[in-house]
Structures are given as structure tokens and as C-alpha cells.
């Protein structure tokens, strides 16, 4: 189901950064640059310094050479963007960048034209990043003419020779992937193969997850990204099936203290929502459905919302029964949770919704419930106590 | 990407405004409820016409539409399956659904021919009669999706893909069951 799929990706992609950032250290980089000599323009840097800090900085281009300046923690994944000063970007023009890992150290580009057909050397970052390229050369080459071709016959509308193309192209991205994870085994001591392997691990870390992690050297595990994953693993141990789900007390739309805890007794479905997101229709109509299956059972819808305040009063009203109605307003940001609550469960704006079942003795019976999928009411009857 | 946008934009302007009232039509069954025998007002294009479910027949009604590639993908899985369960009671509907060209889906049905055997309807655009009923009140935002209906109640909502001859064959025999459709499946 193409929407679903799309919904249920919204639920995974961003299991919270919870933890408030550590003391994170501090590497100087220096980027020289040398392009051809009749280029004048400026240079624009865009790059995280830290795992939540956004850094964009830009440098003149004077004859063909420009200079940067920086810190980062952790070496991250830049993109270094030229701009001739006559104006922005527009529609269909392609822009001339080059991304690479800007890391402590000095840092070089050169290119005898233009930016985006730069040799970037630096650290060990982008090295094992090059080392990569490498390895995916042949395939991207087979890859690039395909898939310019396809974003052609996209753009003229038809569809049919879009189609047939793909079937040219995904055998290319499974190959690409089988060269990837090969890569990914072979490199424990890679901080560029471990941000490839970060973004395989979504949601809760499983026992897999851990034991993938714990193959990586002291080094890259003592990174930002290596302690942030060290965090979601103990989350997801947190949150394991069988332990007790965290208490926490929110307000409900009186304004008075709901916990959790005050619910033991009953099977609750602990629901954080939000009704601004894609696929709401699906999630509110199977919400439904539940409540009327367990109407007359010993169990209780626990919903915290993040909606502002008049969005959840009126998403409330479409709600019937054994409802409590919460709210925790206000509570995460777009990849962090902020207030005490999200913390506790891990919650961005990314990771809602998001369902626990939990047993009348307060321990977590489900996690990740399936929120839109048609079977949820049989699965949550198979697990309630 | 057109075709595909026009129900995703549709249904983008509905997240955000009026799905909060999605409530003002009746909630679709759950899973084992019963459903309202009464087929909900469609053009039918092709096959017999279906105006009620009736007790002792089993339908399998399949949600598609021309833009949905995954859709076109099952029918010849469905079509053949219809064709060996035709004449055990078993009736399979496909339900045009998300799109507002009724000629766009005729001439689709016409070039398929005979690899579309079964029951076509069109349902029309947004707001038509199946909409209401089916589409908004079972809150179906992706499709292809599945509902089959045995003794005039919901058994199953699912992919099309989950489908085989033997989950047909467990309908037919009266033992249809979810755990027993998926352990079939997992095979």
C-alpha cells in the first residue's frame, strides 16, 4: 500500500535523540580550495558541527581560490555549493557542488574547472568516504545516465517508460546495497561506514542493532553519533517488552495531573499523536475501531497529544469511547524530545504517532504498535491481559 | 507523478482540514463486524452487477485505480483466481476507486479484455457514494486493498498479495481465519 508505507516510514525515521548533548570536543578544520583561475564568485558551506548544530558559511572566490574556516566535533558530511553571485539557484538549473567530509585538519579542493569535478582531500573521513566511491564507480556510472533518463521521462509525464527504466535501475541499487553492506562489515574501524550503518538501524535497537554497534572500534563508538546510538540502545532497553513503562504525568483538557501510573489495573494503549501528519484519516478511523472493540473490557486508550490546543480538542471529539484525553503540548521539537515525558519514551516529532500497549500490572506487553494496519484491534486482543 | 499526486494532494488538504470531521459518515466494520449488505451506488462496467451482499456467497472486493501501478500488478493474480473460484460462490469486485475519469477506466478495462474477467465498478471522484461508505469510513489512504466479506460480515481487510488459492479454498471450506490465512501465506 503506497501511503501506508509512507506513513509507517514517518513512525521510523526519527526515533528520538532523547538525551540532553553531552560535552562534545572540538576539531579545527581549514579548507583551501584552488579552482580554475578565471573563476570569481563566492562558495557556500552547509554542514552540522555537532549533531543538532546547522553551520552554513561561504567564502569569495577570488581567481579561482577560496579559503574556509571551522569547527566541528565529529567529522560530518558537508556540501560545498559555488554561486557566480547572479542569483540564487533557479528551476532547472544544476548546481555546481561537491560534498565531502569536512573533519579537523586541513582540507583540499582542487579542480582545474569547476567545483563539482574537484578532487577533495582531508582526513580519514573522507578517505574511506573515497574509498567508497570507488568501490560504487562501475555501478554509478550504470546508475547516473539511467536515472537522469528516468527523471526526464518523469518530468514529460510518462510514466510507462519511467516504469520500464526502474526495472533497469533496481537491480543496480541491490547491487549497490550488497557492495555497501560488504563494505560496512569490513570496516569496524569507519566512522563513514558507521553513519551508513546508523541509517539501516530504525526505531527501537533490537539485539541485532547492539550486536552490529558493539562491532565498531572504541573510537567511532566514543563519537557524538556513536554515544547517541549508545543512548537509543539503552532507550530501547528501557522500553523492552516486560519492563515497567516509565510513569509520567501530563494535564488532561480540564487542565488536571493524569499518570499513568494511576491507570494500573487496566490494559492501556498508550497513545502519543499528533493530527498533522500524513495518514491521519487511517490512524483516527482504526483508533476508532479499537476503542469500540475493547468498549466494554478492561482497558483504556491513554492519549497524549502534541497538537496545539484547539487542533486536539476538535481531533478529540473523534474519539468515542474509554478514552483519556492528555496533553503534552509543546513537549518535542523535530528530532528532540523536550519535555520529561517525550524524553522518557524517546519522542520527536518524527517518532509520533506512536503506541505502547501496556498490562494492568504497568509492564510493556507491545511496542510500535501498528497503528494504521487494519489487524491492530486482533493483535492488541491476542497481548491484553 | 501526476497521477499520482491527485489523491495524495487530495488527501494532504484532508489531513490537515477536514479529516477532523471524517467522523460525520458511519465508521466502516471491524474486522468480523458485520457490514451493510447494501453495495453502495457505483457504475458497474463490467460483469453482474452486485446491489447487495448475499449471506452464502463470499466476495473479495478489490480497491483500485488506473494510476496505481501495484493495482494493475495484482490483476492478473486476482483474475486468475477468480477464473478456478467463479463457480464456488466466490465473487471478486474490482472496485475502481480515487479517480474522477470514468473514460480513462473504460478504456483501461477494454484493452485488459479477457486478463479482467471479473466484476468492474466505478466509483467516481471524492465524495461519491463508495467514497462515503468504503473509502473514507474504512479510512483507506493507499491502496490496492482488499475486503472480503463471507456471511455479510468483514473477515479480512488486506493486500491484494495476501491472497492465494488456498486462503480462497479456507473461505470456501468455512474455515477462514486470519492465523490461518497468514501461516498460508508464510509458506
Known amino acids: 500500500?503506497?501511503?501506508?508505507?509512507?506513513?509507517?516510514?514517518?513512525?521510523?525515521?526519527?526515533?528520538?535523540?532523547?538525551?540532553?548533548?553531552?560535552?562534545?570536543?572540538?576539531?579545527?578544520?581549514?579548507?583551501?580550495?584552488?579552482?580554475?583561475?578565471?573563476?570569481?564568485?563566492?562558495?557556500?558551506?552547509?554542514?552540522?558541527?555537532?549533531?543538532?548544530?546547522?553551520?552554513?558559511?561561504?567564502?569569495?572566490?577570488?581567481?579561482?581560490?577560496?579559503?574556509?574556516?571551522?569547527?566541528?566535533?565529529?567529522?560530518?558530511?558537508?556540501?560545498?555549493?559555488?554561486?557566480?553571485?547572479?542569483?540564487?539557484?533557479?528551476?532547472?538549473?544544476?548546481?555546481?557542488?561537491?560534498?565531502?567530509?569536512?573533519?579537523?585538519?586541513?582540507?583540499?579542493?582542487?579542480?582545474?574547472?569547476?567545483?563539482?569535478?574537484?578532487?577533495?582531500?582531508?582526513?580519514?573521513?573522507?578517505?574511506?568516504?573515497?574509498?567508497?566511491?570507488?568501490?560504487?564507480?562501475?555501478?554509478?556510472?550504470?546508475?547516473?545516465?539511467?536515472?537522469?533518463?528516468?527523471?526526464?521521462?518523469?518530468?514529460?509525464?510518462?510514466?510507462e517508460a519511467a516504469e520500464a527504466l526502474q526495472k533497469q535501475i533496481a537491480p543496480i541499487l541491490a547491487q549497490q546495497e550488497k557492495i555497501d553492506s560488504a563494505w560496512i562489515a569490513a570496516s569496524p574501524d569507519s566512522y563513514a561506514a558507521f553513519l551508513l550503518w546508523i541509517k539501516t538501524q530504525r526505531g527501537f535497537i533490537e539485539d541485532e542493532g547492539i550486536k552490529g554497534f558493539n562491532r565498531y572500534s572504541a573510537a567511532v563508538r566514543n563519537t557524538e553519533q556513536g554515544k547517541l546510538f549508545a543512548e537509543r540502545i539503552q532507550l530501547s532497553k528501557k522500553l523492552a517488552i516486560g519492563n515497567v513503562a516509565p510513569d509520567f504525568t501530563v494535564k488532561d483538557s480540564l487542565g488536571n495531573p493524569v499518570t499513568l501510573s494511576s491507570l494500573k489495573g487496566k490494559n492501556v494503549m498508550l497513545l502519543f499523536w499528533i493530527s498533522n501528519v500524513f495518514?491521519?484519516?487511517?490512524?483516527?478511523?482504526?483508533?476508532?475501531?479499537?476503542?469500540?472493540?475493547?468498549?466494554?473490557?478492561?482497558?483504556?486508550?491513554?492519549?497524549?497529544?502534541?497538537?496545539?490546543?484547539?487542533?486536539?480538542?476538535?481531533?478529540?471529539?473523534a474519539t468515542t469511547y474509554n478514552w483519556v484525553h492528555t496533553t503534552d503540548v509543546g513537549g518535542i521539537g523535530n528530532k528532540e524530545a523536550i519535555s520529561k515525558t517525550a524524553k522518557a519514551y524517546g519522542l520527536s516529532l518524527g517518532a509520533v504517532p506512536q503506541g505502547f500497549?501496556?498490562?494492568?500490572?504497568?509492564?510493556?506487553?507491545?511496542?510500535?504498535?501498528?497503528?494504521?494496519?487494519?489487524?491492530?484491534?486482533?493483535?492488541l486482543e491476542k497481548a491484553v491481559k | 507523478m501526476k497521477r499520482l499526486c491527485m489523491p495524495l494532494m487530495a488527501l494532504l488538504l484532508l489531513a490537515m482540514s477536514t479529516s477532523l470531521s471524517a467522523q460525520q459518515f458511519a465508521d466502516f466494520p471491524d474486522i468480523g463486524d458485520d457490514i451493510i449488505p447494501e453495495y453502495p451506488n457505483v457504475e458497474w462496467i463490467k460483469g453482474t452487477p452486485v446491489k447487495a451482499f448475499e449471506k452464502d456467497k463470499i466476495y473479495i472486493v478489490e480497491l483500485w485505480a488506473t494510476w496505481c501501478k501495484p493495482c494493475i500488478a495484482a490483476m492478473p493474480h486476482l483474475n486468475a483466481m477468480h477464473l478456478r473460484f467463479k463457480d464456488k460462490n466466490v465473487v471478486f469486485i474490482g472496485q475502481d476507486v480515487m479517480e474522477s475519469d470514468r473514460s480513462k477506466v473504460d478504456a483501461f478495462v477494454k484493452e485488459m479484455g479477457d486478463g479482467l474477467s471479473y466484476t468492474i465498478a466505478y466509483s467516481g471522484p471524492e465524495g461519491s457514494d463508495f467514497?462515503?461508505?468504503?473509502?473514507?469510513?474504512?479510512?483507506?489512504?493507499?491502496?490496492?486493498?482488499?475486503?472480503?466479506?463471507?456471511?455479510?460480515?468483514?473477515?479480512?481487510?488486506?493486500?491484494?498479495?495476501?491472497?492465494?488459492?488456498?486462503?480462497?479454498?479456507?473461505?470456501?471450506?468455512?474455515?477462514?481465519?486470519?492465523?490461518?490465512?497468514?501461516?498460508?501465506?508464510?509458506?
Not at chain 1, 292 to 302: A, M, S, Y
Open chain 2, 131 to 187: 467514497d462515503k461508505k468504503w473509502v473514507k469510513a474504512a479510512g483507506v489512504t493507499g491502496i490496492p486493498q482488499t475486503f472480503i466479506i463471507q456471511n455479510n460480515k468483514l473477515v479480512w481487510q488486506t493486500h491484494p498479495s495476501n491472497l492465494n488459492d488456498e486462503v480462497i479454498q479456507l473461505l470456501v471450506d468455512g474455515k477462514f481465519t486470519i492465523d490461518a490465512a497468514k501461516a498460508l501465506i508464510k509458506k
Open chain 1, 357 to 379: 500497549l501496556i498490562g494492568p500490572d504497568g509492564k510493556i506487553l507491545m511496542r510500535r504498535l501498528a497503528l494504521t494496519d487494519a489487524e491492530l484491534g486482533l493483535e
Open chain 1, 1 to 159: 500500500m503506497i501511503l501506508k508505507t509512507l506513513f509507517k516510514c514517518s513512525l521510523c525515521v526519527g526515533m528520538a535523540t532523547a538525551l540532553s548533548a553531552p560535552a562534545f570536543s572540538q576539531h579545527k578544520f581549514t579548507i583551501n580550495g584552488q579552482l580554475a583561475k578565471d573563476i570569481q564568485g563566492k562558495v557556500i558551506l552547509q554542514y552540522n558541527s555537532h549533531p543538532n548544530t546547522y553551520v552554513r558559511d561561504s567564502a569569495i572566490v577570488r581567481n579561482g581560490a577560496f579559503s574556509l574556516q571551522g569547527e566541528v566535533g565529529d567529522p560530518y558530511f558537508a556540501s560545498l555549493q559555488f554561486s557566480d553571485n547572479k542569483g540564487g539557484p533557479k528551476m532547472g538549473r544544476v548546481s555546481d557542488y561537491k560534498g565531502f567530509f569536512v573533519e579537523g585538519g586541513t582540507i583540499k579542493i582542487v579542480s582545474a574547472d569547476s567545483i563539482g569535478n574537484a578532487a577533495v582531500t582531508g582526513g580519514k573521513g573522507q578517505a574511506d568516504y573515497l574509498h567508497r566511491v570507488a568501490l560504487l564507480k562501475t555501478l554509478n556510472d550504470q546508475y547516473r545516465p539511467l536515472a537522469e533518463q528516468q527523471a526526464k521521462m518523469r518530468m514529460e509525464r510518462n510514466m
Open chain 1, 279 to 317: 495518514g491521519f484519516d487511517s490512524f483516527a478511523v482504526n483508533m476508532r475501531k479499537v476503542s469500540k472493540r475493547f468498549k466494554d473490557k478492561n482497558f483504556v486508550i491513554l492519549g497524549v497529544s502534541y497538537d496545539e490546543d484547539s487542533r486536539w480538542r476538535e481531533a478529540m471529539k
